[in-house]
């Protein structure tokens, strides 16, 4: 059986893996990370956030730019980073981009009450990149209303919008727990109790509500409300692996402060490696064929022992 998490022992997490394991990601350097790509999964260091946040923008616009009225075309993006999000709205007015046939899938939404966080919540992911980006973009160029897609508590309307168009590309951030969007580890709980759910399980799961593990609790308490956890729901609906599966490419951005200098190491290691683990979610993009990691090369940090 599997040692139980350090800091969660009804749940599944990164601290139930091998020692070994976990000490070879702390020793990677920075160019040991770039030298951890292989086919189908590409790294992208950055040196200033300048060019950091103007390439994640690109790829929405990108994206975008091959909507098409025959084959409309999309993007899934997160809140967390969130920094491109104005320059997105700031390219499409300086380039003239209509977006009449593009379309937009937010990844995850906060569960509260029951519903959805609706557009007056602080924390709301919906109110964050309308107000954000899609409030910013000129009326003339605008996204019709129908094709800005937000998971809500009934996820039937939210899944079936992925027949709509195709998804070039599913972007998103890591979570101190190793998620993408809400898609954390489980409980530990029978039937795995000793083990995690295998891959293949965890993989058919979709557009879901979610429970949250208490490490992304209090890292969104952490980089979005100055630590008062007391604001933070403790459910939220997530896009899931099948969507994910979906998307031709999906890109993954580092700025440094979502996730430590370990967690980016871990994740990077166990995708080259093919190391799959439900306990680690990020890593069971070790199985898509297109994953690109872009790290800020100043927020890589590094995982010596630093008292303070």
């Not at 979502?258 to 069971?284: C, E, W, Y």
Request: glycine residues 8%; hydrophobic residues 40%.
């Amino acid at each position: 059986m599997r040692r139980f998490s350090q800091v969660a022992p009804g749940w599944w997490d990164y601290t139930t893996l091998d020692r070994a394991l976990l000490d070879e990601a702390a020793r990677l350097t920075p160019e040991d990370i770039v030298g951890l790509q292989r086919l189908g999964f590409a790294i992208r260091m950055y040196d200033t956030r300048e060019e950091f946040f103007l390439a994640e923008a690109l790829e929405y616009i990108d994206a975008w730019r091959q909507a098409t009225p025959a084959q409309p075309a999309g993007i899934c993006g997160p809140v967390g980073p969130t920094e491109q999000l104005p320059l997105v709205a700031q390219l499409v007015n300086a380039l003239g981009l209509s977006l009449r046939h593009a379309h937009f899938w937010g990844m995850d939404e906060w569960l509260v009450d029951g519903k959805e966080a609706d557009l007056d919540f602080p924390l709301g992911f919906a109110r964050a990149n309308m107000a954000l980006c899609f409030g910013r973009i000129r009326p003339e160029l605008a996204m019709p209303a129908e094709n800005i897609h937000f998971p809500g508590a009934d996820s039937s309307e939210y899944i079936a919008s992925w027949e709509q168009a195709r998804c070039v590309v599913m972007q998103g951030g890591q979570g101190e727990v190793k998620h993408w969007a809400f898609n954390d580890p489980p409980k530990r709980e029978p039937p795995y109790v000793e083990a995690p759910p295998p891959p293949e399980v965890y993989r058919q799961l979709s557009t879901r509500v979610v429970e949250l593990h208490p490490m992304t609790i209090m890292q969104n308490a952490r980089t979005s409300g100055g630590g008062a956890v007391q604001n933070v729901p403790t459910q939220a609906i997530s896009v899931g692996p099948r969507e994910t599966w979906r998307a031709e490419k999906v890109s993954i951005w580092h700025p440094g402060h979502h996730d430590n200098a370990f967690g980016m190491r871990l994740t990077t290691l166990m995708i080259a490696q093919r190391a799959v683990d439900t306990s680690v979610p990020m890593s069971l993009l070790a199985d898509h064929p297109n994953v690109q990691f872009s790290f800020l090369r100043s927020g890589l940090g590094t995982c010596a022992v630093e008292m303070h």
